[in-house]
Each structure stands twice: as structure tokens, then as C-alpha cells.
């Protein structure tokens, strides 16, 4: 028997969650569970938002957060409105979404998820740690995080980094997407199916009652060959490789500026572009912690960032979280006034401070739950 889970991400949501795969991995009747979306995406990061209201009530925005919920559909934070006001509200919520995401990736029993439509933030960082990864013609995966001045969360620096050359980097600095068929090109994803056969994908896997070998077997029947593009951003690999190798941000985004100099590819401008209006100092966030990603575990990831999420909300830095979501996702004037502004006032030191324990006497850095997978490398597919 395979479970369903929709998924719809808010704080209740994760919590509830949590409890479901822990009484269904207990349950010896489960065999698998597939987690998707609830509508026509998997999750596009809603919760970003809600988290951001709940931190600066008080501030002079509590009468405006009625409508930008409503428009948001989140009415549930309102029962998080006693922990308002305070950075830890972000950081307790950013842990509970962790927490459940190393269920995922660590869970005894096959997980999989479905993603048609929409995938960024944490809904990647759910799905991304499920043993088999569905992608459909309909999939649209990106982390944008540095556009609001976030970086690369959720787990981002652990499956980033594993992408092959450089393309990892290129997707966390450019907030670039990519549809289903180069998630299965670069490795993101695991199969391939035409939306239509989702219905009937689902019907057979709850069928099953033997083990993982089978539901592999299962999925296999329904895979369809994806049409990848001849000029879809994976295949400027080359290229990709010989600018985001460099060591900084300030030199990957040189490296682009002479490529465009010499082919005025559409990818290469508005790379160009996002860059040059994302957050500065998220870019270099993103980087370091991407490329520190390469030698670490899941857990070791998800430890460091979440200690950068801590020091970001708590503005131990900038103010740069609060106002790129402001303008991006509240107020939409689109005009984030960044600090630093530019990227060559973002200094090693600073960036350093984002890495660095959180100068709080009740603060600890996050704590995963001890748990080890069962699955073994046959069939939880490496990134």
C-alpha cells in the first residue's frame, strides 16, 4: 500500500506532516508514500512570506498583513501571532521545515515525489530528498532566494553541489528555470512522465505490496522519453563551467559579460541581469555555501544554513531579508535598496559573519534527530 500526501506548506501543515511519515514508516502495511502538491504547483515558497509577517509585526505593518495573507491564502500563521515580532519566529519555523526535509531524505521506506508545476524553495528542499524525484512536462524548478535577499536554503548547498561542472553555482546565482525534462538532463530528477498518466502511476503504486525493487519497476512502466531542448540552458554547459569556476561573484559575473560580448544568447543576458539586481551579499552567501556544500554530508548542510538563516532574520548583518521581500512580495515595487548596493562592498568578513555561531547566550545551532536510512544505494538515486 502507497500513501498519498498532498502537500500545502504552512507551519500546521509541517508539523502534521512530521507526525503522518512517522506513524506511516511505523505502520508495516505502508509500503511507500508519495508526496504532491495541492493544485497546479508543488510549493513556490509561500512560506517565505507568511514568516516575514509574523517577524516584523509591530513594525507599523500589522494592519496591512490581513489582506497579504488573505491574498496568499495563508490564514493559518495567525495562530503564531503570540511568538510575532521576533526574529526566532522565522528561525522555529525555518527548523520545523529542516526537520521534516531530513525525514524525508532519511526515511526507511521509498518516498515519492511527484512534482507537476511549480517547484522553488521548500518545496524543493522536500522533494529533492525523496528516493524517486517524478518531474512532468509541467515541472518548473528554480531558487530565486537570492532575489529577496535569501540564498540557497533548504538543503540547496547539498543537492546544488552535486549537479555536474558548474551548473549547481549557475542555478544558485541566477535564479535561472529549468523545466522537467533538464532536471532528468542535469540529475535533479529521476523520471520522467506525461502529466496524463499521473492518475494512473498513483493507482498502481497503491497496489504495492512487496518492496522497493518493485515500486522502482512500477515507476519504470510509466516513464516517458522527455523532449530536451538542443538549446536548453544544460547543454551551454561548456560555457556555464568556464564562468561560474571562477572564485567570486565578481568575476563569475565579468566571466558572463565577456561571453556576452562575443554571443548574445538570451540565457547569458538575463543571467547578466538577475544577477546584477539580486542581493549582493546573497550572492556571496550562495557561493561559499554551495561550494562548501561539496565536501559535506546532508546533515552537515543543513546545519550551516541553517545558522546563516539565523544570522539573516536576526539582521545580525543587513537588513537585506526584510527589504527584498518587501518590495518583491508585499509592497511589488520591485526596488529593493540593497546594503551594501554593490557587490565589491560585501566583504570577506561580512560574509564570514554569516558562517559564524550566533552571538545569542539561549542560542543553539540546529539539532536533526538521530535516524539512519534502511534504503539502500540501489535505489535512492545519488545527486
Not at 507568511?50 to 495562530?79: D, Q, T
Not at 521576533?86 to 531530513?102: A, M, P
Request: with cysteine; charged share 25%.
Amino acid at each position: 500500500m502507497a500513501i498519498r500526501h498532498c502537500f500545502d506548506k504552512d507551519v500546521n501543515q509541517i508539523s502534521q506532516m512530521i507526525r503522518e511519515l512517522k506513524a506511516y514508516e511505523a505502520d508495516p502495511k505502508v509500503k511507500a508514500v508519495i508526496l504532491k502538491g495541492n493544485g497546479k504547483a508543488f510549493c513556490a515558497g509561500g512560506d517565505v512570506l507568511a514568516s516575514y509577517i509574523c517577524m516584523v509585526a509591530g513594525e507599523n505593518l500589522l494592519p496591512r498583513k490581513f489582506e497579504v495573507i488573505g491574498k496568499c491564502r495563508m490564514p493559518l500563521m495567525f495562530i503564531f501571532l503570540d511568538e510575532a515580532g521576533h526574529w526566532s519566529y522565522g528561525t522555529n519555523f525555518y527548523k520545523k521545515q529542516v526537520i521534516l526535509d531530513y525525514l524525508v531524505a532519511t526515511y526507511r521506506k521509498p518516498v515519492v515525489a511527484i512534482i507537476d508545476g511549480i517547484v522553488m524553495g521548500g518545496g524543493a528542499g522536500l522533494s529533492l530528498q525523496g528516493t524517486f524525484k517524478i518531474v512532468t512536462e509541467n515541472t518548473v524548478f528554480a531558487m530565486p532566494e537570492a532575489g529577496i535577499g535569501h540564498f540557497t536554503d533548504v538543503g540547496a548547498s547539498y543537492f546544488l553541489s552535486r549537479l555536474p561542472g558548474h551548473f549547481g553555482e549557475f542555478l544558485g546565482l541566477t535564479g535561472a528555470k529549468i523545466k522537467g525534462a533538464e532536471m532528468i538532463e542535469c540529475g535533479l530528477a529521476t523520471h520522467f512522465i506525461l502529466s496524463k498518466d499521473l492518475h494512473l502511476l498513483e493507482t498502481a503504486l497503491e497496489e504495492i505490496t512487496s518492496d522497493t525493487k518493485t515500486i522502482s519497476e512500477v515507476i519504470s512502466k510509466f516513464m516517458h522519453k522527455p523532449n530536451v531542448k538542443q538549446h536548453g540552458v544544460f547543454s551551454r554547459l561548456e560555457i556555464i563551467n568556464k564562468c561560474f569556476s571562477r572564485k567570486t561573484v565578481e568575476e563569475i559575473l565579468s566571466s558572463l559579460e565577456s561571453e556576452a560580448e562575443n554571443r548574445a544568447e538570451k540565457w547569458i543576458v538575463q543571467a547578466i541581469k538577475w544577477m546584477k539586481s539580486a542581493c549582493p551579499t546573497s550572492l556571496k552567501i550562495s557561493l561559499r555555501s554551495i561550494r562548501e556544500g561539496c565536501t559535506q554530508g546532508l546533515e552537515q548542510c543543513l546545519i550551516r544554513e541553517c545558522t546563516i538563516v539565523c544570522h539573516i532574520v536576526r539582521r545580525t548583518v543587513s537588513n537585506d531579508i526584510y527589504e527584498g521581500i518587501r518590495a518583491m512580495l508585499v509592497d511589488k515595487d520591485r526596488k529593493p535598496k540593497w546594503e551594501p548596493a554593490k557587490l565589491e562592498l560585501v566583504t570577506d568578513e561580512m560574509v564570514d559573519r554569516y558562517f559564524s555561531r550566533v552571538d545569542e547566550d539561549d542560542w543553539e545551532p540546529l539539532k536533526l534527530p538521530a535516524r539512519s536510512s534502511n534504503l539502500g544505494d540501489t535505489v535512492r538515486p545519488k545527486l
